[in-house]
């Protein structure tokens, strides 16, 4: 493991996974709270499409797949609440359809070629240099930060938002902060470790989180550690046996996050 | 009669272009017990949005006292399973500030969310997580995190919705206490209008689009009954318990 950290892009490499794992994952204890997975879904592949343009035309990737995952961020946060004749289920499902056949047509169509298509679902860690490590370091503080800041008015608005309102916390606006948070957080991220990745890192962990959680900040805690663990050994495994290195996190982070639960559903029936 | 919390002038209120509530007109003052009742669908929920200000009137008027503090309870359903959070996590939540942001309980929160729970009859359930607690426990937590926002007005949805009888009597009879003890207006939503029948001092019939509000002496009375749901409904006392029933030649329903 040790012999890995010798070379300056691994060590690149396994800052960025570490840092954006464990801020999605931290994160991604709000997505599932408020069961809005497919949102999750939704924006990283409108980020990997903000990509696919980015680089057809030529524009910044990382420039590209952020506005794209913030414009999707607000048209969610837009979306009527009163579902009438589609819900908003179907319409995000729409979103995601089309953004990831956006992504692999605009690769497809750049003069980059489909070489590129593995890196926009899987994305590019080992070619993280160490300035896009501080951007994505400065992003993901930054959200982290907003969210540490704005924790109660996260929690009460995903605990029960009529009471929040009826404490005068303005449902409105904090879910806009969270949204938008969440896009800023995933449009960050998108172009060093891919939308798989990003979606991985933003389910798995906060389920292991939260099914052995009997409280909220211990979930956050251990959807953090599964991230972290998930990165530097999916990292080690990839560099070992000469693997990908995207798809290697996803699979240490399932492995882990379906150990939890194995783990917990054995608990549980060794209490009854 | 003390003072108006909240005033509600001939006020229509819907979805969209659908009207579910016209030209309602009443006014809760402090120390009042409302006992808000219908059928599902009739509008009650409807009218609890607009007092919490979610649903905005199509016409007329909703006037609050200046500085008002509403105590909502839910029905315990509201708040989802997967929430790992304790009871005591549940009833701070009442007293966050500063629309949540950058704010941290003090020590004064957590003496008035203890004291709000032992009200409530759980203070030795602080610690345990909310989604291991039975209905009736939830559904104090929920009562008690209301309490601890000091409210003028407490608004409860259908809390006793889905209980047992013993529960839901207990909870019936801490209500009754935190009414006589605080003085607190109450507004307690159901579609059991017997339930609400032992405890209000007011009633607002929902019925077909319109609410009819009142004090409970000039409502529950078998003429005005009657002619509000358009069939003949009977009052009786059993061992000083009201009981509500529509009178048919076969057999009775409870209203």
Redesign the interface.
Known sequence: MLEMLKHDFLRHALGAAIIAGASLSFVGVYVILRRIVFVGAALAQLGAAGVGLALLTGFSPLLGGAVAVLAGALGFVAMPQQERTVSRESLLGAAYALASALALLFVALSPVGEAHISALLFGDLLAVGHGDMELLAAACLLVVVVHLAAYHAFVAVTVDPTFAHSVGIKERWVNLLFYLSLGALIGACIRAIGALVVFAFLVLPPIAGLIWARNLKVAFAVAIAIASISAIFGLWLSFAHDLPAGPSVVAVCGGLTFLAVVTKWLANFKLH | MGEIIVGIKSVALG??RRVVLKDVTMQLSEGEFWGFVGPNGSGKTTLV?AL???VKPKSGQIVWRRHAR???V?QRE???D?????AL??VL??R??K?????RFSAEDFDKAFEAMERVGIADLANL?FRELSGGQKQRVLLA?ALV?EPDLL?LDEPTNGLDLPTEHAIMELLRKIHAERNVTIVFVTHLLSLAANSATHLALFHEGRVIAGEIGGLLNEQKLSATYQTPISVHELNGYKVVMVRDKERVQNA
């Open positions: 979805y969209g949005k919490l200000g979610l509403i105590g909502y839910p509201a708040l989802d997967l929430l790992p959070l304790t996590d549940i939540l009442g966050i500030r629309g949540g942001f950058l704010h997580p995190r926002t608004l």
